[in-house]
């Protein structure tokens, strides 16, 4: 059923033009303007020899044939509504092949999992998502694979002295960051981090992956595998699902990489399902224009925030200076500011609750991207299973608060800000 015209003559299509259409043809399906959902576990063959090739296909011991399609067998291998998900996320990060997971936690569970083995060390950028860092320091030790953090403030410095530390440890399988991260929306040099790594003698193996988490910041603003990245991940579930009501995950790259991570998600069953798919589907539409209004009205709530004499500092790129290097940073890779952002205030976490207890109208949530503004705790929340120690170290302050502005009128979320710090006033 596939439609995949990038083109109108010599013109190429915009991304946000090809989520309406790539991948789809009406026709194949009575005329629909829509991809119909189809709910469906399994697909008939159209002979024994149909499905002896689709099963051999899709197992990787037998290449697809130029021109020909692989075949739809179970949906946890295929469907297609999946595949057309996954050919539009390519689209977006300029990605040879994508797959979809579900969950954020799914595809960089997925991903490290496929790529490593035991013995393997992944190293990672601190701070990063707290489901992300049981994974590494407390999951994964069980299979015998070691995490080497380094503070992300340190960028590709910081990358050089883990991958020192690791060497004594064992070959090094990904590195994994985000960047900008979460909740201090620090970042770090993509480029100069593949570089180091394109560097590194692996211990005689494959030279290690680097994944970019890109949930904070892309497609739209930032699209890591143009500035060096070997993958990028997202949590659906934020941006690009943007309406606070699915879970889902991706993961773009090369062919070679891809089909190795997508046949260890066919195994392990991590894949998404079919109604899901649709709905982000649906969500692809629209992208551009929720992340466009979120960020609009972010710039004008930090320029509230920046004038109120209760906050100490703000998290957000857009404030960055010439005389900082962070600056450089943000201008090579980034198109401009997503709407998640951090800010400190005056007191501690007593004081943080009471602003995020008095909000009226932003709600008090984890989660980021959707269409309603959020509010919550890092420390207590998202990152409370980091170590307190090793919070300190990287910024999650007990007086940090993180928000995620949504695309209600940026007076609102202004006037309720407002009103909820003159609680601690």
Same mark, same amino acid.
């Given at each position: 059923?596939?439609?995949?015209?990038?083109?109108?003559?010599?013109?190429?299509?915009?991304?946000?033009?090809?989520?309406?259409?790539?991948?789809?043809?009406?026709?194949?399906?009575?005329? #629909?303007?829509?991809?119909?959902?189809?709910?469906?576990?399994?697909?008939?063959?159209?002979?024994?020899?149909?499905?002896?090739?689709?099963?051999?296909?899709?197992?990787?011991?037998?290449?697809?044939?130029?021109?020909?399609?692989?075949?739809?067998?179970?949906?946890?291998?295929?469907?297609?509504?999946?595949?057309?998900?996954?050919?539009?996320?390519?689209?977006?990060?300029? #990605?040879?092949?994508?797959?979809?997971?579900?969950?954020?936690?799914?595809?960089?569970?997925?991903?490290?999992? #496929?790529?490593?083995?035991?013995?393997?060390?992944?190293?990672?950028?601190?701070?990063?998502?707290?489901?992300?860092?049981?994974?590494?320091?407390?999951?994964?030790?069980?299979?015998?694979?070691?995490?080497?953090?380094?503070?992300?403030?340190?960028?590709?410095?910081?990358?050089?002295?883990?991958?020192?530390?690791?060497?004594?440890?064992?070959?090094?399988?990904?590195?994994?960051?985000?960047?900008?991260?979460?909740?201090?929306?620090?970042?770090?040099?993509?480029?100069?981090?593949?570089?180091?790594?394109?560097?590194?003698?692996?211990?005689?193996?494959?030279?290690?992956?680097?994944?970019?988490?890109?949930?904070?910041?892309?497609?739209?603003?930032?699209?890591?595998?143009?500035?060096?990245?070997?993958?990028?991940?997202?949590?659906?579930?934020?941006?690009?699902?943007?309406?606070?009501?699915?879970?889902?995950?991706?993961?773009?790259?090369?062919? #070679?990489?891809?089909?190795?991570?997508?046949?260890?998600?066919?195994?392990?069953?991590?894949?998404?399902?079919?109604?899901?798919?649709?709905?982000?589907?649906?969500?692809?539409?629209?992208?551009?224009?929720?992340?466009?209004?979120?960020?609009?009205?972010?710039?004008?709530?930090?320029?509230?925030?920046?004038?109120?004499?209760?906050?100490?500092?703000?998290?957000?790129?857009?404030?960055?200076?010439?005389?900082?290097?962070?600056?450089?940073?943000?201008?090579?890779?980034?198109?401009?500011?997503?709407?998640?952002?951090?800010?400190?205030?005056?007191?501690?976490?007593?004081?943080?609750?009471?602003?995020?207890?008095?909000?009226?109208?932003?709600?008090?949530?984890?989660?980021?991207?959707?269409?309603?503004?959020?509010?919550?705790?890092?420390?207590?929340?998202?990152?409370?299973?980091?170590?307190?120690?090793?919070?300190?170290?990287?910024?999650?302050?007990?007086?940090?608060?993180?928000?995620?502005?949504?695309?209600?009128?940026?007076?609102?979320?202004?006037?309720?800000?407002?009103?909820?710090?003159?609680?601690?006033?």
């Amino acid at each position: 059923m596939s439609s995949k015209k990038t083109h109108i003559g010599e013109h190429r299509l915009a991304a946000e033009s090809m989520m309406l259409h790539h991948g789809y043809d009406p026709k194949l399906s009575e005329g #629909a303007v829509k991809c119909p959902q189809f709910q469906t576990s399994t697909f008939v063959f159209d002979s024994a020899q149909h499905g002896k090739d689709f099963f051999n296909y899709a197992s990787g011991r037998v290449d697809v044939p130029e021109g020909v399609e692989p075949g739809l067998i179970y949906t946890r291998f295929n469907n297609p509504v999946l595949e057309i998900l996954e050919g539009r996320m390519a689209l977006w990060d300029g #990605a040879e092949d994508c797959l979809v997971t579900g969950s954020g936690m799914a595809a960089i569970s997925t991903t490290v999992l #496929a790529l490593s083995k035991p013995g393997d060390v992944v190293i990672f950028a601190e701070p990063i998502y707290g489901g992300t860092d049981t994974l590494l320091n407390g999951v994964l030790s069980q299979y015998n694979l070691q995490a080497v953090g380094f503070n992300g403030s340190d960028g590709d410095k910081g990358l050089a002295q883990a991958i020192e530390k690791a060497k004594s440890l064992g070959p090094i399988s990904v590195v994994l960051m985000e960047t900008p991260d979460n909740p201090t929306n620090q970042m770090i040099d993509i480029a100069a981090c593949k570089a180091l790594l394109e560097a590194h003698d692996n211990q005689g193996g494959d030279k290690p992956v680097l994944v970019v988490d890109n949930t904070m910041y892309g497609p739209i603003f930032q699209q890591p595998l143009q500035l060096g990245a070997d993958l990028c991940i997202y949590s659906l579930t934020k941006y690009v699902g943007g309406h606070s009501d699915i879970l889902g995950g991706s993961c773009s790259g090369s062919k #070679a990489l891809i089909n190795k991570i997508r046949g260890f998600r066919n195994i392990i069953g991590t894949n998404m399902d079919s109604h899901t798919a649709w709905l982000v589907m649906r969500s692809l539409e629209t992208l551009k224009i929720r992340m466009n209004a979120s960020s609009a009205g972010a710039k004008e709530v930090v320029d509230y925030l920046a004038e109120h004499p209760l906050v100490e500092k703000i998290y957000y790129p857009g404030l960055l200076t010439e005389e900082d290097p962070q600056y450089k940073i943000f201008k090579k890779q980034c198109s401009g500011c997503a709407s998640t952002f951090s800010f400190t205030i005056k007191g501690g976490e007593s004081e943080a609750f009471k602003v995020l207890d008095s909000m009226q109208m932003a709600m008090l949530a984890v989660s980021l991207g959707g269409t309603e503004t959020l509010v919550q705790h890092p420390a207590s929340m998202t990152h409370s299973s980091v170590d307190p120690v090793r919070r300190g170290e990287i910024g999650i302050s007990d007086n940090l608060i993180r928000i995620s502005v949504g695309i209600e009128n940026p007076a609102d979320i202004i006037a309720d800000l407002d009103q909820a710090l003159a609680m601690i006033g």
